[in-house]
Nanobody, 126 residues
Framework: QLQLVESGGGLVQPGGSLRLSCAAS????????IGWFRQAPGKEREGVSC????????IYADSVKGRFTISRDSAKNTVYLQMDSLKPEDTAVYYC???????????????????WGRGALVTVSS
């Protein structure tokens, strides 16, 4: 079973930056699509961004375009989410998840993800 571990969450002021990491237990993620999801208090879980490890193509939610950047490091078997210009509404528990796939054509869908990390809390507040 694939294991995913998020790290890098914490408290940051509005306008600040934070980088989340998602480390995978398998030796390669080339056969997976990795997605970042978030769930804010009292709200449903939503897709933030996803990336295919094979081709590196990416998708972003409109709410984070221009502020967040998803990337991969094949050598470290890790996916990152660089979050800049953070807003209070970005406060949420962020999860990374994986599904089998080679190409990202649309935002990852929660019900299609096969493996999930435990989540990392990001709090944007003064």
């Amino acid at each position: 079973q694939l294991q995913l571990v998020e790290s890098g969450g914490g408290l940051v002021q509005p306008g600040g930056s934070l980088r989340l990491s998602c480390a995978a237990s398998e030796s390669t993620l080339v056969y997976y699509i990795i997605g970042w999801f978030r769930q804010a208090p009292g709200k449903e879980r939503e897709g933030v961004s996803c990336i295919s490890f094979s081709g590196g193509n990416t998708i972003y939610a409109d709410s984070v375009k221009g502020r967040f950047t998803i990337s991969r490091d094949s050598a470290k078997n890790t996916v990152y989410l660089q979050m800049d210009s953070l807003k209070p509404e970005d406060t949420a528990v962020y999860y990374c998840a994986a599904e089998y796939g080679l190409t990202v054509r649309s935002m990852c869908v929660e019900k299609n993800m096969d493996y999930w990390g435990r989540g990392a809390l990001v709090t944007v507040s003064s």
